[in-house]
């Protein structure tokens, strides 16, 4: 009888170390699955953003390409191999990413280039993404856009010095996607006789870029007419090519 | 008979304390797991290293221009002191393009992990490279 009733108390401490281990046990598991799931999130964030930059940067190469004279359908060619490379790996499961170039004016085939006469000019490429990822984990569904604008905006005065000379100051802004950027290269033309003439230090000329966007140009050229017809070509840090052409206002 | 009662009793508890220290020390010496969640996390700092090389098209224009040692250097900044890494650079079709090897310290015998990232040029011809990190914290 005593024998029955010291096994009961042995059985008691067993089954409660027993009951500790397994408890445990399942506390580290949970621990580790709670870290787990938190550095899968994180793993699975740089992936979306990996991805959305590299179509970011497909599209600036394909709108350098055809704001500089490259075809029109170089945009769409350089996605499909972007989605179809994205598609061949598996990061972090199976990948597939659609796009849509936009068509509705003004753009076509997702490029829009506006380089008009009013002082204004235009290149921009625009484009609609869809991410599926088919994870391990979970599934995750992006939808985002890639929209690439250069402007130019270009102003001009003159002052007249003589009969036919003119002194003519240039103000070039330099946008990207609505923000002050500064560009690469920059080349001034005047319009003399219906020839874009440019203008060098035979006509005191003077580029002035104050880094925030902003550059002034200045040059002392001869203009039969009273019309001075000015045009400024630009490329931006990221070689977009953008022109505009504006009519000088005699000050 | 009512001493001998207490002896055993006395012997019990020994024994459950016994038990209780055993299960202890077999769960202190037990081989812990290996810190999975640390390795990610390395993984995943590689990943943010090459996303900041990359954001505004520089390890594209690098890997272009094959400036290996540049790229080396970029890493040595943007990767935190102590992580050993090894880079390799692979063209569309798969085709190691770098032509130097681009890592500080060797990776071999140490516990390595891989994040593999996936880049476009912003150049007017695009090209896409696919680069594979290597990383492990240096013992």
Redesign the interface.
Known sequence: MRQRANSGQILLIAAFIMASLLLSAQIYILEVGKTSEEVELNSLSDLISSIQLGSRNVVIGSLANISNGGASDTLGLNLEKWASLIGDQYLYGKNILNYTLRNTAPYSLGVWLDWGVNGRGFSSAYANFFHRLLGREANVDQSYLVNITTTLLITSTNRRLSENTRQVNVTINVLNEAEPAVARQITIYYMVSNNWLTPDETNNYILLNYGNGTCLASFIAAFPTESVEVSAHIVDHRGIYVQANATSTEI | MFDR?GQ??II?SF??IA??FS?VLV?VTFPS?PD??KQ??L??IG??A??KL??N?ML?NLILEQLWADIKTALDVLLPVGVSFNLTIYD?IGHAVNSEVIQNSNLLGQEAVSA???????????H?F?ARLQLAWMS
């Open positions: 009662r055993i009793r019990e024994l459950a038990v209780v299960a769960s797991a999975l969640s990610e996390s993984a995943s990943t943010q090459l996303i990359d954001t098209g594209g569309e593999q990232y996936v880049c476009s040029t912003r150049s007017q011809t695009v896409f696919v």
